[in-house]
């Protein structure tokens, strides 16, 4: 059994006009939500031993802020090709790390986020399920039912949670300083 963790980066802003969308920053409601998601990780006593992160700098910030907040460290690998992925090319990740982890966290984008959930838990056909909505810095965790890394492919996950930051601040739990 593995434990994928799915972290949509947060919400990011167009700074100079010369900034392109690889080097979009986030906002600071962004950097907020990065850090309650790292919190609620490690409160959940969730945090993943390795992860692969876009090479977005949102994405870094992102996952910056979040184990900050959070207290946790892990092994990171920076990985060009997250960012704008299509399914296939994550399946393919997947498939190369060569860490044994348990757990492992993707730091990624839309609609990369949402279509690999639909697809590790069995909904790739269409109509055979809606399209998963995954805001920004929203986190899910689906278990596999794999080995390795490498058998990871379509139908073997189960959707244990998806949480968006707005559920754990105000007007809900305290996670949010």
Known sequence: MKRLLIF?????????????????ALTPRGIDAAE??????????QPPES???SSATRAKLT??????AGGWESNVDFEPRLYLAEAHT??????E??????????????????EMVRLL????LPGAGAMVRFPTAA????????DSWKEAAPGCGQLRWLVPPKLLTKGSFEFAG
Do not use: N, Q, Y
């Not at 309650?36 to 006593?45: E, N, T």
């Open 51 to 53: 992860v692969i992160c």
């Open 36 to 45: 309650v998601m790292g919190r609620f990780l490690s409160l959940a006593g």
């Open 121 to 124: 838990c069995g909904c790739a």
């Open 90 to 95: 994550v399946f393919d990740l997947l498939h």
């Open 97 to 114: 790390f060569a860490g044994d982890a348990k757990s492992l966290m993707l730091v990624g984008h839309e609609p990369t986020s949402s």
């Open 8 to 24: 949509r980066h947060a919400k990011s802003g167009w700074g100079a006009a010369d900034e392109g969308d690889h080097e979009r």
């Open 63 to 68: 996952l910056r802020h979040a184990s900050e």
């Open 139 to 146: 986190m899910a965790r689906v278990d596999l039912a794999i």
